[in-house]
């Protein structure tokens, strides 16, 4: 899959508008509707803006095997959705994580 449809897909996938990615990653929409169209290729740095909302690093989006890096995909929704929360609203998480684990004993 070609970069530009791998961006669209993922942005689809997180029901992201392109307009609320352009809000998000402060890349424009006409910037990124260039990108998706295949128009362009965008530099490091704007693929890392772009990827930041959606909750997928650098590594992980040129990576093509995602088995290696989540041993499930469950794993892998809850990673990607806390790294597009703030330090407060994680730290939140693992509070509620660490309280339910310990309802557990």
Known sequence: MELNERIKKLRLGRNLSVYRLSHLSDVSQNYIRTIEKGNCQPSVQIIEKLLK?????????????????????????????ARRLSADELDLLLTLA???GNNRS
């Open 98 to 100: 660490e309280m339910l």
């Open 53 to 81: 909302p959606l909750g997928i690093t650098l590594c992980e989006f040129f990576h093509n095997d995602e088995n290696i890096l989540y041993p499930s995909s469950y794993e892998q929704k809850l990673i990607q959705a």
